[in-house]
C-alpha cells in the first residue's frame, strides 16, 4: 500500500531562515503531490499542488520539489515568519488518483522563533 | 463568508449514544468528504461523495453512515458510538474528484466518555 513519510520531530529554525521540510512516499511516483499547512484546533489549508512531470513549484515564499528518483517532495518556506508556525502534511492519491482520495502524511510541525 | 461549514465544532457524549455532524459547503462543489483525524494526527479519509454518490467508502465500521441529502451537504451519523471513536472529524469538499485541491472545514472534536 501506498505510504507518506514526513518528519515527526518538530522542525526549530530562527525567523528569516529557510525551513526545508521533507516527504517521502512508497511504491510508484503518484501522479502529483499535494502539501496543505494545519494550524491547532483547524482544518487543513491547501497550499501546493506539484506534478509529476513538474520538478519545482513556487508560490510567494513557498517552493515545492518532486523527486521521482529520490521519491520525494521538498518543502520549502523562505525568509521564514513566527507566523509560518503550523503543522505541514503532505498527501499523494491514492491508485490513479482519479478518485480524489488522499492520503496523509503525519505532518510536519514547524516553528519558528522571533 | 463561510466554505465549508461544520456543526456541533464540540460533541461529547456517551458510549453506546447515536449523534450526527452535519456538514455544508457553498463553494458550489462536486465532491464532498469526511476524514477523521485521530489523536496521533493521521488525518484519514472514511467517505467521498460525488454529487451525491457514495464515491468512496474506506474500511470504517458500519456504525458510520453518510448522507449526502444534495451535493452541498454530507452528514456523517454514527451509532452506538465508541471510546474509540473519540476522534476529531473533518468534513472537505472539493471541485470534483481528481486532482483538485480539497477545502477542509474546522472539524467536530468527538469526545466519548
Known amino acids: 500500500s501506498q505510504k507518506i513519510e514526513q518528519n515527526s520531530e518538530a522542525l526549530n529554525i530562527q525567523e528569516g531562515k529557510t525551513a526545508t521540510l521533507t516527504c517521502n512516499y512508497t511504491?510508484?511516483?503518484?501522479?502529483?503531490l499535494q502539501w496543505y499547512r494545519q494550524d491547532p484546533g483547524r482544518g487543513p489549508v491547501f497550499l501546493l499542488l506539484?506534478?509529476?512531470?513538474?520538478k519545482e513549484k513556487r508560490k510567494e515564499r513557498l517552493k515545492v520539489t518532486f523527486d521521482t528518483t529520490l521519491k520525494q517532495s521538498l518543502f520549502h518556506i523562505t525568509a521564514s515568519q513566527p507566523a509560518d508556525s503550523a503543522t505541514y502534511l503532505c498527501?499523494?492519491?491514492?491508485?490513479?488518483?482519479?478518485?480524489?482520495?488522499?492520503?496523509f502524511g503525519q505532518g510536519t510541525t514547524l516553528q519558528v522563533k522571533p | 463568508d463561510t466554505a465549508v461549514s461544520q456543526t456541533p465544532k464540540y460533541l461529547v457524549t456517551q458510549m453506546g449514544n447515536d449523534k450526527s455532524i452535519k456538514c455544508e459547503q457553498n463553494?458550489?462543489?462536486?465532491?464532498m468528504y469526511w476524514y477523521k483525524q485521530d489523536s496521533k494526527k493521521f488525518l484519514k479519509i472514511m467517505f467521498s461523495?460525488?454529487?451525491?454518490?457514495?464515491?468512496i467508502n474506506e474500511t470504517v465500521p458500519n456504525r458510520f453512515s453518510p448522507k449526502s441529502p444534495d451535493k452541498a451537504h454530507l452528514n456523517l451519523h454514527i451509532n452506538s458510538l465508541e471510546l474509540g471513536d473519540s476522534a476529531v472529524y473533518f468534513c472537505?469538499?472539493?471541485?470534483?474528484?481528481?486532482?483538485?485541491?480539497?477545502?477542509f472545514g474546522p472539524g467536530t472534536r468527538l469526545t466519548v466518555t
Open positions: 472537505a469538499s472539493s471541485q470534483g474528484q481528481g486532482s483538485y485541491e480539497q477545502y
Open positions: 511504491n510508484y511516483s503518484p501522479a502529483y
Open positions: 506539484i506534478r509529476e512531470n513538474e
Open positions: 498527501a499523494r492519491p491514492d491508485g490513479s488518483g482519479n478518485t480524489g482520495k488522499l492520503i
Open positions: 463553494l458550489g462543489h462536486d465532491t
Open positions: 461523495y460525488n454529487n451525491k454518490e457514495l464515491i
